[in-house]
């Protein structure tokens, strides 16, 4: 049977950031303003279609999902279903928000099939890959060593999503992160457990991959909506990562249990939150403001790092040498007998007897410009 359906409790005065609100996620998210919404984080019931219990070889029981809330009677009520929260969540998604959700191959295909028809654009497929995944206890098949995401725009026409790109890079050691993802599963002192030592919740989602979600594809301040709150992983990251956060749930027993866990997060100073930026994004300085500002005089003498080539700086900002007169990238590039060359790095002045890359000058003006 697909999750009942019961009216939940109203967001009440609109002032749901940071709170668990208690439902039926459609119903809930129905109540939600529309456009309100940064970023979602979507773990719905995989509908595993699990046919008896699952016993390791020593005849123990494994504790897997077996839940009402991920049985459905058939295909098409899973698609039904799928189809009514996509929707719900669309409505609440801003313009230039972004979705995620998690599955498994018994359920990702479909999700992906009804995001398509909904009119999400789909911007890549995550594979997290597990380090320390459940064995294949029947020997039938291949171990189920990985779960896929799907991120996804609200349209085609959305181009201004969040991708902390460089913040990604930076967090893979400067390398362009992939889209194949390898973290260990929720274990350890992370996993909530029972007072008997049985697992709080049977899906949690390890902390490490939530960071990652949040941390590419979101800003501090910003709104993140879980419609399965579940153990409240998205939350707690959330809150560590400066983010608000706002998780419909139906089960008071999980509802107790995130709040718990909530409860005892500290957010990280607002410092510590900052990302890597992309230059791009940095205020666009001309190699001219800095002979405006007096950081260059007209006649300043610029050298390669290897003093091999030499030019000098006139009053409009070009530079020039024995046979060439133009911008600092294309001066750059002529004495290299390339075709392209960045000035800023190439070229650098001296003081003190030491060279230093003209791009400093740039970043001083840019610290000024944003402290202004």
Not at 90 to 106: C, E
Not at 282 to 308: D, T, Y
Request: positive net charge; hydrophobic residues 40%.
């Amino acid at each position: 049977m697909a999750p009942s359906r019961k009216k939940p409790a109203s967001p009440g005065n609109g002032d749901f950031r940071n709170t668990i609100l208690k439902g039926n996620t459609i119903d809930v998210m129905a109540d939600l303003p529309a456009d309100s919404c940064d970023l979602i984080f979507a773990d719905p019931p995989y509908n595993l279609q699990l046919e008896g219990e699952l016993r390791r070889p020593n005849d123990t029981r494994v504790d897997g999902v077996e839940d009402d809330w991920d049985k459905f009677d058939s295909f098409a009520a899973y698609d039904a279903f799928t189809r009514e929260w996509l929707s719900a969540a669309r409505r609440v998604l801003k313009p230039d928000g972004a979705i995620w959700v998690i599955g498994s191959y018994h359920n990702i295909f479909r999700v992906g099939a009804v995001l398509q028809d909904l009119g999400y654009w789909i911007l890549n497929d995550i594979i997290w890959r597990k380090s320390n995944p459940m064995p294949n206890f029947r020997g039938k098949r291949f171990t189920n060593a990985h779960e896929t995401l799907i991120w996804a725009s609200k349209s085609q026409d959305a181009k201004k999503y969040t991708f902390n790109y460089h913040a990604m890079k930076m967090l893979n050691e400067e390398l362009q992160m992939r889209s194949d993802w390898t973290l260990p599963i929720c274990s350890g002192e992370e996993r909530l457990k029972k007072r008997d030592g049985s697992k709080a919740h049977p899906t949690q989602k390890p902390e490490a991959l939530l960071h990652r979600v949040i941390l590419s594809s979101s800003n501090p301040g910003d709104l993140i909506l879980d419609p399965f709150f579940g153990s409240g992983t998205t939350g707690a990251v959330a809150k560590k990562l400066g983010r608000d956060f706002v998780g419909i749930e139906k089960d008071p027993n999980y509802i107790k249990l995130a709040t718990r866990r909530l409860e005892r997060i500290v957010p990280a100073d607002a410092e510590d939150i900052k990302v890597t930026a992309s230059k791009r994004d940095e205020p666009r300085v001309p190699f001219g403001m800095v002979i405006e500002l007096g950081l260059l005089k007209p006649g300043a003498e610029l050298k390669s790092a290897n003093k091999k080539h030499v030019a000098r700086v006139r009053a409009d900002g070009s530079v020039v040498c024995r046979d060439a007169t133009g911008s600092i990238h294309k001066i750059g590039a002529h004495v290299q007998n390339l075709n392209a060359c960045n000035g800023w790095t190439f070229w650098h002045f001296e003081q003190k007897r030491k060279l230093f890359p003209i791009d400093l000058l740039r970043q001083r003006i840019r610290a000024e410009m944003k402290a202004a």
